[in-house]
């Protein structure tokens, strides 16, 4: 069982979830907004989203029906969404380890995973800040929107209903660990390509093998093999 909830206007999806977390029987519970005044990225970062233009996200995902650890959860999270945005767009789609979805080589989705307990149940907590139809970025360069992307102007209602479906559906039916691994790793953006990273203020061109179940990513450099967690290596694209 699951359950959608709107709001007009909040600040985030995924501190304002536990308003709506108040149904014992659904595993899970969506909420989303297209006017968030205070999205939250990775690690502290802000999430900034044009009103009425994109979408914010949060699905509520009871812990106890995960089986994964949380790396892999991870993954999987961004596996899902981006088959889903792939599916919509007829595009190729790509996830920019660990989790960010690049549409045509722009980040059209921000991932924020947490972990909460509310009245007695651990949640896995899953924000998407997801860039639909905003046209202009100004200095984020990296940034873009579905509609930037493809020309597509999407209804927004009907985009966030078919993702909750297609997402709660998903993680009904969790894969093996081994699948999850490999599909993330077919998918990774820039994988076995000659990419330029950024590594303590110095640039330094590099080639991602591949993402592991620990979430380190695994760069070949000219004379050895590397491997970094999320911030102490950036990707230039």
Avoid at 132 to 160: C, H, M, P
Wanted: glycine content about 6%; charged content about 25%.
């Amino acid at each position: 069982m699951s359950q959608l909830f709107y709001q007009k206007e909040c600040s985030s999806t995924n501190d304002e979830i536990s308003q709506v977390l108040l149904y014992p029987y659904s595993d899970f519970v969506g909420l989303y907004t297209f006017n968030q005044t205070k999205g939250r990225g990775q690690y502290g970062n802000s999430w900034i989203s044009r009103p009425e233009q994109n979408l914010a996200y949060t699905l509520a995902v009871k812990t106890q029906n995960i089986m994964h650890g949380d790396f892999l959860f991870n993954y999987y999270t961004a596996i899902a969404i981006r088959e889903f945005i792939a599916k919509v767009t007829g595009k190729a789609v790509k996830i920019k380890w660990p989790n960010d979805i690049i549409l045509t080589n722009k980040k059209v989705v921000g991932i924020l995973i947490e972990k909460k307990k509310f009245n007695g149940e651990n949640y896995f907590i899953i924000g998407a800040g997801i860039n639909i139809l905003q046209e202009k970025f100004n200095e984020i360069s990296n940034a873009g929107s579905i509609f930037t992307q493809t020309g597509e102007r999407f209804d927004l209602k009907k985009f966030t209903e078919d993702l909750h479906h297609f997402l709660v559906e998903k993680f009904k039916n969790l894969p093996v660990g081994n699948d999850i691994l490999e599909e993330f790793n077919l998918n990774l953006f820039r994988k076995d390509e000659i990419s330029v990273f950024e590594i303590d203020g110095k640039r330094q061109n590099g080639i991602i093998r591949k993402a592991d179940e620990k979430g380190e990513i695994h760069i070949e450099f000219e004379e050895e093999i590397r491997s970094f967690y999320h911030k102490e290596i950036k990707l230039l694209y």
